[in-house]
């Protein structure tokens, strides 16, 4: 493991287990960071931390987690916290779409999936670890999240997972203006295409 610009750092990263979310948890690793994959997949997350700990040092743990879920997060906590003693980073990466169609024939589950695994998700995350760590333990921290140039530039035929983007901007818009006197960052990234899936 280097000793790069993320040395020492400990950061969860959520749909960790393909794509953006194990290129995110993979760089991470490069730079210094202990980085743990949550993921509903299993044994490809298992297979993400087994290949970014087979780099040197170890330093990645696999939890299975449903980030829609508050129990998930906080097993996640303590589970980051007995691994590593300590948590710096959550990038909130684990995000739903559905195939592009009318907006009239998307269906109420479909539009259910993506608020949930969109937008939901980072409130679940914000409300147990802003009090059950940063705000408890007057640490800083940065959290990420990964959202989408959708939420600016809105494509047709994709309303609800766009709506659901621009909301995650907002709200980690308004999440910086009241957590950055406590020394904790938000910060919203949009990607518009990746060398991986999705």
């Known amino acids: 493991m280097s000793t790069g610009r993320l040395h020492g750092k400990v950061a969860i990263v959520t749909g960790a287990a393909s794509g953006f979310g194990r290129g995110i948890a993979e760089k991470f ?28 040092g170890g330093d990645a743990l696999f939890v ?3 980030v829609t879920r508050r129990s998930d997060w906080v097993k996640l906590l303590a589970e980051t ?19 592009n169609k009318a907006t009239e024939h ?33 640490r800083p ?8 140039t959708a939420a600016e530039r809105p ?21 910086a203006l009241e957590y950055g006197p406590h ?3 938000f910060n919203a990234v949009s990607p518009v295409l990746g060398s991986t899936g999705m």
Do not use: M
Not at 107 to 119: G, H, I, K, Y
Not at 141 to 148: D, H, P, T, W
């Open 64 to 66: 299975k987690a449903d």
């Open 29 to 56: 690793f490069q730079e210094g960071a202990r980085v743990i994959i949550a993921d509903l997949a299993q044994e490809a997350g298992q297979s993400a931390a087994s290949h970014i700990a087979g780099r040197g």
């Open 155 to 175: 494509r047709p035929r994709l309303t609800w997972y766009n709506a659901s983007k621009g909301a995650v901007v907002t709200a980690t818009k308004s999440l």
């Open 141 to 148: 921290g940065c959290f990420i999240q990964v959202a989408s």
């Open 106 to 138: 998307v269906t109420e589950a479909e539009f259910d999936l993506v608020f949930s695994v969109n937008v939901k998700s980072v409130y679940v995350c914000t409300s147990v670890l802003l009090p059950g760590y940063f705000l408890k333990e007057r």
């Open 183 to 185: 020394e904790i960052r």
């Open 81 to 99: 916290l007995q691994a590593f003693g300590r948590l710096d980073i959550v990038v909130n990466n684990a995000g739903a779409a559905y195939v």
